[in-house]
């Protein structure tokens, strides 16, 4: 579903360029939950957006289900991702005067989701938002933000998920909802690739790769590093 190859990535600073990537390959199959650690600045957060499409590299391909996606134009790019791709991020990044229902539908504002209110409605449902579908984020605990925001990611049916410490902020309980639901999106199917400093978060994925500073150094299984 996602295939990385000798994606490089130098950033320009005032103390000169800072190489955070280089040379790195990484492959993350249909069905299967990827966890990403390392320590701040090795390059994380960098690859999950190259491997979303929106950072451009200074060298590699990115494919997701085999479309390379720097070979596309801007908005072919920006429609592939729509279609694609879902994002969970730490700070939810929700539309704070919607309710919780039409910010699970706001994907489809983008990209034409046929059942798209169907599709809301179960979801809301499912991540046990029901009682809360009108409330608008200001309304909600910090873990009913973070589960409509998944809830948003998957509306559109994506085959890859790609979540940025999506429990950083949330107490045990929440995140083990959170987690649950990655992992279950996996088991049927999906791809995930998620970037967390949690080790228990990790321990949560089928395989973890550990990034150190400026190159990856290895790729470990059964939840260590």
């Given at each position: 579903?996602?295939?990385?190859?000798?994606?490089?990535?130098t950033?320009?600073?005032?103390?000169?360029?800072?190489?955070v990537?280089?040379?790195?390959?990484l492959?993350?199959?249909?069905?299967?939950?990827?966890a990403v650690?390392?320590?701040?600045?090795?390059?994380?957060?960098?690859?999950?957006?190259?491997?979303?499409?929106?950072?451009?590299?200074?060298?590699?391909?990115?494919?997701?289900?085999?479309?390379?996606?720097?070979?596309?134009?801007?908005?072919?790019?920006?429609?592939?991702?729509?279609?694609?791709i879902?994002?969970?991020?730490?700070?939810?990044?929700?539309?704070?005067?919607?309710s919780?229902?039409?910010?699970?539908?706001?994907?489809?504002?983008?990209?034409?989701?046929?059942d798209?209110?169907?599709?809301?409605?179960?979801l809301?449902?499912?991540?046990?938002?029901?009682?809360r579908?009108h409330?608008?984020?200001?309304?909600?605990s910090?873990?009913?933000?973070?589960?409509?925001?998944?809830?948003?990611?998957?509306?559109n049916?994506?085959?890859?998920?790609?979540?940025?410490?999506?429990?950083?902020?949330?107490?045990?309980?929440?995140?083990?909802?959170?987690?649950?639901h990655?992992?279950?999106?996996?088991?049927?199917?999906?791809?995930v690739?998620?970037?967390?400093?949690?080790?228990?978060?990790?321990?949560?994925?089928?395989?973890?790769?550990?990034?150190?500073?400026?190159?990856?150094?290895?790729?470990?299984?059964?939840?260590?590093?």
């Open positions: 579903m996602l295939e990385i190859r000798n994606l490089s990535k950033y320009r600073g005032p103390d000169g360029p800072l190489t990537l280089r040379g790195l390959d492959d993350v199959g249909a069905g299967e939950f990827v650690q390392g320590r701040s600045g090795c390059g994380k957060t960098t690859l999950l957006l190259a491997a979303g499409g929106l950072l451009h590299p200074d060298a590699g391909r990115v494919a997701v289900a085999g479309q390379d996606l720097y070979a596309l134009s801007a908005e072919a790019r920006t429609r592939f991702r729509a279609a694609r879902g994002f969970v991020f730490q700070q939810f990044h929700l539309i704070p005067y919607l919780v229902l039409d910010n699970v539908l706001s994907p489809a504002l983008a990209l034409k989701v046929p798209a209110r169907v599709r809301a409605e179960e809301v449902a499912a991540l046990g938002l029901a009682a579908r409330h608008v984020p200001a309304q909600l910090t873990g009913e933000r973070q589960r409509t925001a998944l809830a948003r990611a998957l509306l049916r994506p085959g890859l998920l790609l979540a940025d410490e999506p429990t950083g902020n949330l107490d045990r309980d929440s995140a083990d909802v959170v987690l649950g990655l992992a279950d999106f996996a088991r049927n199917g999906g791809a690739l998620l970037v967390t400093h949690d080790a228990e978060a990790a321990a949560r994925a089928q395989r973890v790769v550990r990034l150190e500073a400026r190159e990856s150094v290895g790729v470990g299984g059964g939840g260590e590093p």
